[in-house]
């Protein structure tokens, strides 16, 4: 069984690659060899500022730094719906949550919605996954050829409780496991999160690297990592890096919000005590830091062997997560909140036709990537059958924005827009608003929606608020 696994995780990719070669026509394989390979890295809960290069020099991310320096940083890219399954739902189709069917756990993407994967498979492209999937269905069902290291749910008998760094129970991943397409668990590579899991996503990467390299097709690889996603648990080599007792407190730390947001007995808030405290939230900052460096680790050994492979040149890398998180912030401990550490996320793009070293302010969100890559790999546009636009025309300096606004949204609890600086926030359940002028308050500390002479603003920020989301079919406005 460990043979079998082993394998799993580096060498049984030759047999699907054969079988992807026949499922092509030649016009699409001929026009393909063209075409740059998509690599897409996706962490799961990082908040925007946890990369060195991009000002938070506390933190050590060579890795992420490498590619802030070849390419291109999105410094306003956006998470519309801060949970996981919606949030990786939005990526995969392009579309927002209310239009691909997907707004909390349990749902399924319409299946009438193509998808970034089957888009560029029908292109020529080998289409791999690495990693955590947290959709419905299994990856092969959504227009991946072939996976290596997949991470999933199914594995609950072989489960044994676990804690954390701190010591507390383990909530998060609980019964998933590494397997295959076929359904086969592998228990021996741990069940439930493990220290070096970070590690394993890179070893399958590497290997599906490593063998496109043989390929005449280009790739287009996606891999999800679980880091910084609790369970936190301290990573081999990164154990005594970070010291929680000099570890500076969020700006907005609070030791609790000011109301319930619609998440005050969700799971994540429930990870830490009430009231927050500095001392739980220092240590927590520094496993969390820790998570993320070992899997920048993990990331250099990916790129590294781009590189090696000579594949480098031709590949275009982007970097993000499916959203943030809060750890302290606002007196949050987890996502599900419309705050800037939350619905912000890092998105670095690097490769061909992407600037080295520059960085774009344009607003953007995640559901964008779809179109994105396309029009990077000269595919046929998605067009008006997903809601995502592209990024190009911003990295072309033809446009300075795409989105003159955008819009978050959270269970039936949270709305949100984001125009300009300007930030309005709507909790319905508890008939509670917020509005934060960002250039002034970045730190979302200052609630202006009282305030007589921002009244206008307020005004013209819930009309367009209100107008996307009933023309979006968001149900609290269904008429």
């Known amino acids: 069984m460990i043979c079998s696994a082993v394998r799993f995780l580096t060498l049984n990719v030759a047999a699907a690659a054969g079988l992807l ?6 016009a699409n394989a001929a026009c393909a060899t063209e075409r740059p390979n998509i690599l897409l890295l996706v962490s799961d809960d990082q908040r925007p500022d946890t990369i060195h290069a991009l000002g938070n020099h506390l933190i050590q991310t060579p890795n992420l730094d490498r590619l802030v320096k070849s390419g ?3 410094t306003r890219a956006t998470c519309a719906n801060p949970i996981c399954t919606p949030s990786r739902a939005e990526i995969l189709s392009g579309c927002n949550s209310f239009r691909n069917g997907v707004l909390d756990f349990g749902r399924g993407i ?3 919605l193509p998808t970034m994967p089957k888009w560029f498979a029908a292109a020529g492209y080998r289409t791999f996954y690495v990693g955590k999937w947290h959709n419905d269905g299994v990856p092969i069902e959504r227009g991946y050829s072939a996976t290596k290291g997949l991470y999933r749910g199914g594995g609950g008998k072989f489960y044994k409780p676990q804690v954390d760094w701190a010591g507390r129970p383990v909530t998060g991943y609980r019964g998933w496991i590494f397997q295959d397409d076929a359904g086969t668990l592998f228990p021996e590579l741990g069940v439930g999160l493990t220290p070096d899991i970070s590690s394993k996503f890179a070893e399958a990467a590497v290997s599906l690297i490593d063998e496109s390299a043989k390929s005449d097709q280009p790739f287009f690889l996606h891999v999800n990592f679980t880091s910084p996603h609790d369970p936190l648990l301290l990573p081999p080599g990164w154990e ?4 929680a007792a000099s570890m500076p407190l969020p700006k907005n730390f609070a030791p609790r919000h000011p109301f319930d947001h619609g998440n005050f007995d969700g799971r994540d ?3 830490f005590k009430w009231p927050r405290t500095p001392e739980e939230t220092r240590g927590e900052l520094a496993a969390y830091y820790s998570v993320i460096s070992y899997m920048d680790q993990q990331i250099g050994r990916i790129l590294d062997t781009l590189h090696t492979t000579g594949q480098d040149k031709n590949t275009i890398v982007v970097f993000t997560s499916d959203h943030g998180l809060a750890v302290g912030s606002h007196g949050l401990r987890g996502k599900q909140s419309m705050y800037e550490h939350t619905i912000g996320v890092p ?6 036709g992407i600037p080295a070293g520059e960085q774009r302010s344009a607003q953007c969100y995640l559901r964008d990537l779809f179109p994105t890559l396309a029009d990077l790999a000269r595919l046929d546009p ?3 059958r997903i809601d995502g636009r592209s990024l190009g025309p911003i990295l072309r300096n033809e446009q300075s924005e795409i989105h003159p606004f955008v819009i978050g949204y959270f269970r039936n609890f949270q709305r949100m827009i984001r125009d300009g600086h300007w930030k309005y926030i709507e909790y319905p359940e508890v008939n509670v608003t917020q509005l934060f002028d960002l250039a002034g308050d970045p730190n979302e500390l200052n609630n202006l929606t009282a305030e007589k002479q921002y009244a206008d603003q307020r005004r013209m920020l819930v009309e367009k608020l209100h107008g996307w989301l009933k023309q979006n079919g968001d149900p609290l406005f269904a008429q």
């Open 21 to 26: 070669a026949t499922n092509f026509n030649s």
């Open 240 to 243: 005594k890096t970070y010291d």
């Open 110 to 112: 319409k299946p009438e």
């Open 382 to 384: 998605p067009g008006d």
């Open 269 to 271: 808030e429930q990870l």
């Open 347 to 352: 998105l670095l793009m690097s490769g061909p």
């Open 72 to 74: 291109t940083v999105f």
